[in-house]
């Protein structure tokens, strides 16, 4: 079954497209939202269990949403035991390591 041309074009049978023949339309991409993450790590750079810690590490829509969450966390992490800590947009890394304790 061939498809339609996308236009308005009338329905042409010579070309296999007929009333009954659906027409092609535009392409449709979906792309996933990314969220962005902290990975939490122990002084030797492994990662650490939030819900061991007792921590929950809420997802964000965007960097700055995770940027923000971190600052008015940081110190809670760092009496946790967390070292450093990566951001994750999706299964990327934007950086990381990056120490929480003060310079």
Known sequence: MNSCAPDDRPHNPADGCTPDTP????AVTTLAAMTWTWR???PNGATLDPAAL????????????????????????LARG???VSLFDG????YGPMGLAPA
Do not use: F
């Not at 027409?23 to 535009?26: D, K, S, V």
């Open 23 to 26: 027409r092609a339309g535009p």
């Open 40 to 42: 939490l790590e122990d």
């Open 54 to 77: 007792g921590v929950e590490v809420p997802p964000a829509d965007n960097q700055g949403d995770a940027e923000s969450w971190l600052g008015e966390n940081w110190r809670d992490l």
């Open 82 to 84: 967390v070292a450093t």
């Open 91 to 94: 299964d990327t890394k934007a």
